[in-house]
């Protein structure tokens, strides 16, 4: 499989800043890299594909960028709606591994 | 609009073997463009891949460290897939959830509710 390494696993933030979390990859997947939105109680929200992809209904806010073994997603003009737990996932190998999540506070 | 629903026992003993279906409605699982998974999410934890199938059943994939107890199958004339794991423990309580998966994007771009699944003599 392909571990996938996050950071960092918390961070606080005030409404109107600008966020950027990371994920490494332990061997190059291209650009199989997808971005998720978890809320307490709720299954996870696909936010972009393909490393870059925004999906249909995802505010421009949120972008990611990134290929080979280094990804981002950065979240802009952050509101207290955004406060959630964010997860990677490299779908390169069919044997698909999750990020360990971000847990992004709102100040 | 698509829409899947996890359903299965809630509680379990440890040693039993844990049955999940999920079932797809506004759309049929047939879709060529698409696998169907399993992911669960132990309480106050991360997200676990556990398996996925395609809908001819042709292809399957499973989570290396649970391979020996678990198996997915599909069942199109009832538009549902299913997960059995086998021997379970405490460590596999968790809130299991199914979805749908880009079959190039590998990306779950649809997800059910979720089902909480605890295992407890």
């Known amino acids: 499989d392909v571990p996938m390494t996050q950071s960092p696993s918390s961070l606080s933030a005030s409404v109107g800043d600008r966020v950027t979390i990371t994920c490494r990859a332990s061997?190059?997947?291209?650009?199989?890299l997808n971005w998720y939105q978890q809320k307490p109680g709720k299954a996870p929200k696909l936010l972009i594909s393909?490393?870059?992809n925004l999906q249909s209904g995802v505010p421009s806010k949120f972008s990611g960028s990134g290929s080979g073994t280094d990804f981002t997603l950065t979240i802009s003009s952050l509101q207290p709606e955004d406060s959630a737990t964010y997860y990677c996932?490299?779908?390169?190998?069919?044997?698909?591994?999750f990020g360990q999540g971000t847990k992004l506070e709102i100040k | 609009q698509l829409r899947l629903q996890e359903s299965g026992p809630g509680l379990m003993k440890p040693s039993e073997t844990l049955s999940l279906t999920c079932t797809v409605s506004?759309?049929?699982?047939?879709?060529?463009?698409?696998?169907w998974g399993w992911i669960r999410q132990p309480p106050g934890k991360g997200l676990e891949w556990i398996a996925s199938?395609?809908?001819?059943?042709?292809?399957?994939y499973y989570n290396p460290s649970l391979k020996s107890r678990v198996t997915i199958s599909v069942d199109t004339s009832k538009n549902q897939f299913s997960l059995k794991l086998t021997s379970v423990t405490a460590a596999d309580t968790a809130v299991y959830f199914c979805?749908?998966?880009?079959?190039?994007?590998?990306?779950?771009?649809?997800w059910g509710q979720g089902t909480l699944v605890t295992v407890s003599s």
């Open positions: 506004g759309g049929s699982i047939r879709n060529g463009d698409y696998n």
């Open positions: 979805a749908r998966l880009g079959y190039s994007s590998g990306a779950g771009d649809n």
């Open positions: 199938i395609y809908y001819s059943g042709s292809n399957s």
């Open positions: 061997r190059s997947i291209s650009d199989y």
């Open positions: 996932q490299q779908s390169y190998n069919p044997l698909y591994t």
């Open positions: 393909r490393a870059s």
